[in-house]
C-alpha cells in the first residue's frame, strides 16, 4: 500500500507542476501579446519615416527625439494636454461626489419617489453615445454652452452619472443600517454621516467609479469634437487625429503623437497600479 500511495503522491506532484508551468506558459503568452504592440508603437516612434518603411518590425537605430518636439508642436498639445487634465479632473471629481451622494440616499433614505428616481438614472446606461449626440449638439447651441468648456464638462459628467449612481447604489447597500442608526442617534446629520461614515466604507467603489471616468474622458474623442470648434478647447485625442490627414505618411511624427497620447495613462496605472487592482477587486458589486 505504502509504493502505491508514494506513487499517487509522485503524480499528483507532476500533475501540479506540469499545470503550473502550461498556466505560467498561458500568462507569459497572454502578457507578451498585450505588451508588445505597446513596445513596438514605442520602439517605432523613435524612428524616422524613412527608417519605419525599411524595416517596421526592427529596432530604432537612434533615439530621434524631434518627433517628439514635433508632434507636440503640431498637434498644440501644450494646451490640449492641459484642457484634457482639466475635462478628466473636473468631470471625475464630480461624478464620483455626486454619484456616492446620490448612492446614498438611494440606498439608505428611502421614499415614495426613490424607485422613480433611481430607475430615472438607471435608464442612462441604457443610452448610447451616438444616439445622444445630435441632441447634444442642439441643446448646446440652444443654451449657448457650444464652444465652452462648461458645454464640454456637463454632458461627460451626466454620461457617468447613471453608471455611477448604480454602483454607488449597491455598494452603500451592503453598508449595515445599525451604523447609520447609531450615527443618527448620537445626534449626526446625514451630511455629517455621509461624510464621516459612508464615504470613507465607499472607497472601493469610489476608485472603481475613477478608474472607469479617468480612461473613458482622457480618451473620448466624438462628444468634444462636436461640442467645441475652437482648437484651444479641444482636448489630446483631436489633436492626435490631425496625424491622420496630410501627415498619415509621417509616420515617425505619428507614432509620436500616439505615444504623447499614451504615456499619461501608463504612468497613472503606474503610480496607482495597487489602487486600481484592489478597487476592481474589492468594487465588485454582489447581485
Known sequence: MR????????????TSVATRVLLYAVLLGFTIMTMYPVLWLIMSSCKTTQEFQLNRLGLPRGIHFDNFVQAWRIGDFSTLFLNSVFYTGISTIVVVVFS??????FAKLKSRATPILHGSFIVGILLTLQSIMIPLFLMS??????DTRLGV???YIGIGLPIGVYLCTEYIKSIPDEVIESARIDGAGYIRIFATIVAPMSTPVAATLAILNVTGI??????I??????NSLKSMPVGIMKFSGALSSDYGKQFAALVIGMLPMLIFYILFRKQITKGVSAGAIKG
Open 3 to 14: 509504493p502505491q500511495a508514494g506513487r499517487k503522491s509522485m503524480m499528483s506532484r507532476e
Open 218 to 223: 482622457w480618451n473620448e474623442f466624438m462628444l
Open 100 to 105: 456616492l451622494a446620490a448612492g446614498f440616499a
Open 141 to 146: 447651441i440652444t443654451t449657448g454652452l457650444y
Open 225 to 230: 469634437n462636436i461640442l467645441v470648434s475652437k
Open 153 to 155: 464638462l456637463i454632458p
